[in-house]
């Protein structure tokens, strides 16, 4: 079964700072979900991504997937406590309708 | 559009106790229903995978007599969970997808339920 691995688990960053997130995986991606979740809520779609090398952006949102499609990155610029929640990354096999998620990484942002 | 919801968000019931959760596509036909398990300060884990009309498939370590799933239309499946106990205290979340040919098809999530046993 596929394995995700995230790092890091906890990030806290100062308001205005970059930060990345990574994502890891055991296997081949052939598709990358990355989510956002409140504590208590459901899951906020951020992006998805297939194609190795393919990097799409939403507002201070930037995801990659790199050319050998097991490994993203998402990284934030100049973040804002609205960014604070859990980050999780998640991957399905090819024919296969599950989505597997990775161990999450909780980001808080200090003022 | 793809909202899907959720009812209850919150419930406490006794231990002993059955609990029903609902989950509904409000606005597009789901052909499959996910239902996921979260622990606090872990990530999401897969119990079943619903199709309309056929039983559910469960993943290894899910006991199927106690999380009964049922999804008896393309816009409504049910989790219940049958003789709660405090073990089973959680946040469960489903998810929807329309299905189809592709490889994969995009999951809409529910807001979640918390489910609290005494």
């Known amino acids: 079964s596929q394995e995700l691995e995230q790092s890091p688990q906890s990030l806290i960053v100062q308001e205005g700072k970059n930060l990345t997130i990574n994502c890891t995986s055991s296997?081949?991606?052939?598709?990358l979900y990355w989510y956002k979740q409140k504590y208590g809520e459901g899951l906020i779609f951020l992006m998805m991504l297939q194609k190795g090398g393919e990097e799409k952006s939403h507002e201070k949102i930037t995801a990659k997937l790199d050319e050998k499609k097991q490994q993203s990155s998402l990284h934030i610029t100049a973040s804002q406590p609205s960014h604070a929640g859990i980050y999780l990354c998640g991957a399905v096999d090819f024919g296969n309708e599950k989505l597997t998620f990775g161990t999450g990484t909780r980001l808080t942002i200090i003022p | 559009g793809a909202v899907v919801s959720q009812h209850p968000s919150r419930v406490i019931c006794k231990s002993g106790t059955s609990v029903k959760i609902e989950c509904r596509s409000l606005d597009f036909q789901a052909t499959t229903m996910f239902w996921y398990r979260q622990f606090p300060k872990q990530s999401l884990m897969l119990m079943a995978t619903?199709?309309?009309?056929?039983?559910?498939?469960?993943e290894q370590g899910v006991e199927k007599d106690k999380f009964l799933i049922n999804h008896a239309s393309l816009t409504l499946s049910t989790l219940t969970v049958t003789s709660a106990h405090p073990e089973d205290s959680s946040f469960y979340i489903c998810?929807?997808?329309?299905?189809?040919?592709?490889?994969?098809?995009?999951?809409?999530f529910g807001p979640g339920t918390r489910l609290t046993v005494l």
């Open positions: 619903s199709n309309e009309g056929s039983k559910a498939t469960y």
């Open positions: 998810s929807a997808s329309t299905g189809g040919t592709l490889a994969y098809n995009e999951q809409f």
């Open positions: 296997k081949t991606l052939y598709g």
